[in-house]
């Protein structure tokens, strides 16, 4: 069954479904019409009952009546007819049941009503019998009338052939009809299996048409040009993650070949010989630097961490940030600012989260003029922890914005020249608050500063 096309199983199954449904019909239409024959017989049966005129006799006429009605009922070639007596012996029967008379079986009580049912006699077939209960006199006497069912037999034989004629004709039309309809209905799914197969890595612009947006078929289409567009964007991000991160790394690589062919390609002095080590030292650390970032993201990227979930307090991992990260500010005579805040704690990994903190300080530092301040706050917010790194810098132009957690996205922040980084740091940021199901938000205009919130959910308890 497995091994069939689904156009081929949707016929089979319907196939199948139209020979259950024919059987019941057939079944249907069989007891019907033996319900029909056998109501017809019954009701000719008790209308020969009430044509016995002896249970109004005196009673010494009683037992000449009832000869006299069962010789009337002998004239009729297809019913017999019994008469017992309370007490069950025969007072009279037609001739052809004389010699079945001891197999006729008991008479029911006298005080049942009209009883109907089926018997079969060696000679004489099946029949349909009555029994009723008479009273006659001081006596009751219990009658039994026969009508032979050959001919509802034959009837009945007919139909049984009739159904076995044509239902393999129907089940045969059945399954053309559902093979048609299967293939018709299908059809969408073999243009959406082409359409896909075309659809390749250098071709993620193009989508599947939807014919009709409200049936399933539709709804898969959608959902399959929604994946493309997703891939589409994931391959976009791919191909400029690889450019930038190819450019980035150019640059130092560049200069260390300068220097080192320059180096060798001079008679240098020790001096100068220091200068170009000490500048290809400055080179590699970059790379190091931009190589650490790199392998960061790709972590992230790839949920290396993403079982981490411990109770984190967040003021002493901002207390440490800003220790760490004081140096660097104080050589620019920058001020930090830490306003008290409430304890709040997270669930996640504290390592991860301090990365965070590393990232924004680091941020606000280099885009923060001489003896600018920086402000590091922590607060509640609903069912968050809010993060905020603040600085007097000179903001991010409007258009900038959606961009700015891009990675190796740089824009022009102000007037302040062009910066160290490769931009990453943000970008590492918004992964890892992510993963700890947080997100980023950033304010700023230009001449205004900017202000990063970062928003992670309270640890509960």
């Not at 016929?11 to 479904?17: E, F, I, P, V």
């Not at 967040?314 to 805040?341: C, H």
């Not at 989260?353 to 609903?382: C, F, M, S, W």
Request: charged share 25%; proline share 4%.
């Amino acid at each position: 069954m497995r091994s069939l096309s689904v156009r081929w199983r949707m016929t089979l199954w319907n196939t199948s479904a139209s020979a259950v449904v024919l059987l019941g019909f057939g079944l249907l239409v069989y007891w019907l019409l033996r319900d029909v024959h056998y109501g017809q017989l019954d009701r000719r049966l008790a209308g020969l009952l009430r044509e016995a005129n002896w249970p109004g006799q005196p009673d010494a006429e009683i037992s000449q009546g009832i000869h006299d009605w069962v010789r009337r009922i002998e004239k009729r070639r297809d019913i017999s007819a019994a008469v017992h007596d309370q007490r069950g012996a025969l007072v009279a029967c037609t001739q052809t049941l004389a010699p079945y008379a001891d197999r006729l079986g008991s008479p029911r009580p006298a005080t049942a009503q009209l009883h109907f049912d089926t018997l079969a006699l060696d000679g004489l077939g099946r029949m349909r019998r009555m029994t009723a209960p008479i009273a006659a006199g001081d006596q009751s006497y219990t009658v039994m009338l026969l009508a032979e069912l050959e001919h509802v037999d034959e009837e009945m034989a007919l139909v049984v052939r009739a159904i076995a004629l044509t239902a393999p004709l129907a089940l045969t039309l059945a399954a053309t009809l559902g093979y048609v309809v299967a293939r018709k209905s299908l059809a969408p799914v073999d243009q959406l299996r082409v359409l896909s197969n075309e659809i390749t890595a250098e071709r993620l612009d193009r989508r599947i048409p939807v014919t009709n947006a409200t049936d399933e078929l539709g709804l898969l289409t959608q959902t399959i040009n929604a994946m493309i567009a997703r891939l589409e964007r994931s391959f976009n991000e791919i191909r400029r993650f690889t450019g930038d991160a190819s450019h980035e790394l150019r640059t130092p690589i560049a200069v260390i070949r300068s220097e080192a062919e320059m180096g060798l390609g001079s008679a240098a002095s020790l001096e100068e010989a220091r200068e170009r080590l000490s500048s290809i030292l400055d080179e590699c650390a970059r790379l190091t630097w931009i190589t650490d970032q790199l392998l960061t993201l790709s972590r992230e990227d790839a949920g290396v961490h993403r079982g981490a979930s411990d109770r984190v307090a967040l003021r002493p991992l901002v207390i440490d940030a800003v220790e760490m990260m004081g140096p660097l500010a104080t050589a620019k005579a920058q001020s930090v600012l830490v306003p008290s805040a409430d304890e709040v704690t997270v669930y996640g990994d504290a390592a991860r989260l301090r990365h965070i903190l590393y990232n924004l300080l680091d941020n606000a530092i280099k885009y923060t003029p001489r003896e600018g301040q920086i402000e590091v706050a922590l607060r509640r917010e609903g069912t968050s922890a809010v993060i905020t790194v603040r600085d007097n810098g000179p903001g991010i132009a409007a258009e900038h914005l959606p961009h700015v957690f891009d990675r190796f996205y740089r824009g022009d922040k102000g007037n302040s020249g062009k910066q160290p980084g490769a931009g990453l740091g943000l970008s590492i940021v918004k992964s890892i608050a992510e993963v700890h199901g947080g997100r980023v938000e950033v304010d700023s205009a230009v001449s205004q500063g900017s202000a990063f919130h970062v928003y992670l959910p309270l640890a509960n308890g």
